[in-house]
T-cell receptor
């Protein structure tokens, strides 16, 4: 069974640009969560989607957005990039996102903003 | 948001030694998860805990869900060099659908 796939693995952008990251969850998993990981802040929750609906959102500015498609694949977008957006962006999927669930992570997308 | 205090922040141990790390929360959690992350990779699940007092092992790893539901610990026995990495705890709050992560424990094993 394939794991969580994130693309691209690495990317470099400049300030002011925008970026879209993609996540394909494990087959059958309907919940997708996104996290930002930086050395100083650890894993910070961005948002969680289930059945194409955003159920939870972390404390990030509106420049960070996401969506989920009918096949459970998810994308997140960051507009007007800032230097501080440089981070490892992790996607995790779970069966339903509630109850006795676990998060299975992808390898992440490493974003560098110059 | 919820705060998870994970300690210690880093550990340097000799190969063969036992390791213990813990997480505490200001709120009650329904689920505790422990992950290990290697450089450049995503976190990998080690142990999942679902009931207060539950003690679960995975090889040389043992984790417990605190009876207050506000804490959890992870023990690694007889450490080996491949145990090197960053260990994270994560808790799922009563509201569900969202996991909160500790700040990680960086483990270095000296051969």
């Amino acid at each position: 069974k394939a794991g969580v796939t994130q693309t691209p693995r690495y990317l470099i952008k400049t300030r002011g640009q925008q970026v879209t990251l993609s996540c394909s969850p494990i087959s059958g998993h309907r919940s997708v969560s996104w996290y930002q990981q930086t050395p100083g802040q650890g894993l910070q929750f961005l948002f969680e989607y289930f059945s194409e609906t955003q159920r939870n959102k972390g404390n990030f500015p509106g420049r960070f957005s996401g969506r989920q498609f009918s096949n459970s694949r998810s994308e997140m977008n960051v507009s007007t990039l800032e230097l501080g957006d440089s981070a490892l962006y992790l996607c995790a999927s779970s069966l339903t996102g509630a109850g006795a669930n676990v998060l299975t992570f992808g390898a992440g997308s490493r974003l560098t903003v110059l | 948001g919820q705060q998870l205090n994970q300690s210690p922040q880093s550990m340097f141990i000799q190969e063969g030694e036992d390791v213990s790390m813990n997480c505490t929360s200001s709120s009650i959690f329904n689920t505790w998860l422990w992950y290990k992350q290697d450089p450049g990779e995503g976190p990998v699940l080690l142990i999942a805990l679902y009931k207060a007092g539950e003690l679960t092992s995975n090889g040389r790893l043992t984790a417990q869900f605190g009876i207050t539901r506000k804490d959890s610990f992870l023990n690694i026995s007889a450490s080996i060099p491949s145990d090197v990495g960053i260990y994270f705890c994560a808790g799922e709050a009563n509201t569900g659908n969202q996991f909160y992560f500790g700040t990680g424990t960086s483990l270095t094993v000296i051969p």
